[in-house]
Structures are given as C-alpha cells and as structure tokens.
C-alpha cells in the first residue's frame, strides 16, 4: 500500500484536486498521481460508447520544435512522413530507434511549415525529449513543453454536441486527425479531433491554470448527455477494444511497426530515418512474429504477461487483455509467430497454471459507425 510520503512523491495534473474531491480512485499511474476511476470502470466505458465522457490526461508530454529545418529533423527519427501534412493537420507516427523499435508512439501536429507540436507518451516524456535533442543537427530547436499544457479529452458519439457549445470554432467540420488553435471556454486552447477510444472525439490543450474552468465547463455542457468524468482504467479497456497499441505493452524498444501492425505508419520512400535499413529488411523477407487479437472461449480472463500455447506449447505472450464492456466478451492481444498469428486459431492462455481456451480473432475487437 503506498504511503503518505510515496503519493506525496508522485506528480500531479492542475486537476488533481479536482479528483479528489469527487472521491476518484487514484493510482499510481508511471509517477503520476491519476484517477482510475470514478463510479466504475464498466459505467465510464459504456458510457463513452453511448454517449459522452471526460478524460483528464494531463500527464500526456509536449514537446515544441521550430526552425526551417524541424521537418527534417522530425522525418529523420519518425518512421511516418511529416512532410506530407498540412498546417492544422496532425498524424500518428512513430519515434524511432536504430533497431527499428519504438522509443515512443506520438502524435505530430503542424502548426506551420517551421512549427510542430508532438503529444507523447508520459512515461517516456523526459526520454523522447533527450532522444530528439541528442539527434538534433538540423536548424530546428527543440523545447521540452509538458509544463505549459493540461489536456482534457472529450470522447464519444456525443463529444461534438458537448464541445461545440464551448468555442467559436467549427467542430463539425473538423475532419479527423486536424485541430485548429482558438477560444474554448473562454480561453486559448488548441482543439484537435483525435482520440484514443475508438470513439469520434476532441483532444483539447489548455494552460494548466485554465485547466479547473474548462473541465467544469465540459461537464456543464456535457450534462444534457450525462457526460461522465472517467479514469484511466475506462481509457484502457476502450482502447483495448479499439486495438489501439499502448507503448510498453503492444510496442516497447524491441517490437517494430511491422510486428505490431502498424506497417502503415512506415515510410519506407522518404529520405534515411532511424530504423530505415532495419524495416527495410523486414519488409522484404517478413516479419517472423505479429500481434494478434484473441477472444476467451474457456472461462478466464486473461493478463497481460500470460503465455500464449499453441498446440501445447508455449509459443508467445499476451500483450494487454481485459474484459470488454461493451461487447461483453474477454479479450485480449497477443504476440504469436506470424504462422499462427492468423485469425480463427485455436489457442490456450495460461491463467495460474492452468490452459484456458481462446481463439485467435481479426482486430479491432471494436469500429464505431461513422455517422
């Protein structure tokens, strides 16, 4: 059980107080003193998928770089081409190592052509920062900017409804995956339409003194859809079911885009980047493990970590698994031998020393309908 003196030592979001006095579990989450939940993991995940809900995610990391050259410097460590965005846009990428494996999965917003915004990782925030500036021989200057920001993220089928009665701005033309910078409750903020739910949705930066009115604001406006203040633990369950890769779980230093699904975001035409050679090679003579999502047919529940058997044997390991919420079933992703990574295989967990039953399924687990 941690201590007084242990949570006094973890960091934490401007709306840490505001969790608190709404009687939110707190965790610690990678030295962040964060909600896990507020009235049940179960009741916040349904209700992002039905309707509307409220994340703090505050302990997210920003790192700013300008200067001619920031796009070089950028497409030189990322494995996806942030030439080809345009100002307002922003992308999904990865942060590489000379091994072609992850430092971090990030997000890369264009402010214009000499400015870039990236969202990465908390736990790595520090890192990628040093990683970015160590491999800095461009005319671009890199600032470390986590402290300047607090981010709330709004998802679900009624995050539009909720967000729009807050700003000026045209949220419902915002295409996803662009963001545009003006007044959101009053304040400055950059609205971007991402996400990492699954659902349609607005992930919006604010300054951390700002940060109390705008959450109360959202809930304000939120409260004809029943809008639900959720933590971390509804976060990952809708991630889980929308297959979206958490870093040190799904993707880690050692496991490639390839591996992991996330061939897409590989941009093998543009000039050398960290990891090129590296995924070069693999795309030509294939990957020789892959994730893949799985689904329980016996009765257990899986854990990240658990092994994966194939015939008996123990052939891979479970990388994130949970139930579902919304599908009801328990799910899980798992990393296989590519010649088992196919859907519709028989496969067994190991849950506590005993084989449980699984079967190998297409992922996502979860597609919202587009309206």
Known sequence: ????????????????????????????????????????????????????????????GEIVIRGPQSVDLIDSLCSNRAADLQDGQAQYSGLLNPQGGFVDDLLVHRIASDHYFLCVNAANQEGDFAWIRDHNSFDAEVTFASADYAQLAIQGPRALGTASKLTGLDLAAMRYYWFESGEFAEVPALVARTGYTGEDGFEVYVAPGDAVGVWQAILDAGAEYSIRPCGLGARNTLRLEAAMSLYGHEIDATTTPYEAGL?????????????????????????????????????????????????????????????????????????????????GREIEIAIRGRAVGAKTVRIPFYKRTRQ
């Not at 030592?9 to 610690?28: F, S, Y």
């Not at 030295?31 to 993991?41: A, F, K, L, T």
């Not at 990240?304 to 891979?316: A, D, F, I, S, T």
């Open 1 to 60: 059980m941690a201590t007084a003196e242990s949570k006094s030592a973890l960091k934490r979001t401007p709306l840490h107080g505001v969790h608190c006095e709404a009687m939110a579990r707190m965790v610690d989450f990678g030295g962040w003193h964060m909600p896990v939940e507020y009235d049940g993991i179960v009741a916040e995940h349904n209700a992002v998928r039905s309707s509307v809900g409220l994340f703090d995610v505050s302990h997210m």
């Open 263 to 343: 061939g897409w975001i590989v941009k093998l035409d543009k000039p050398a980047f960290c990891g090129r050679d590296v995924l070069a090679e693999q795309k030509q003579r294939g990957v020789s493990r892959k994730l893949v999502g799985f689904e329980m047919t016996g009765r257990g529940i899986a854990r990240n970590g658990y092994g994966v058997l194939v015939g008996g044997r123990e052939l891979g390991h479970v990388t994130s698994a949970s139930p579902a919420p919304w599908l009801g079933k328990n799910i899980g992703l798992c990393m296989l031998p590519v010649e088992h990574a196919r859907p």
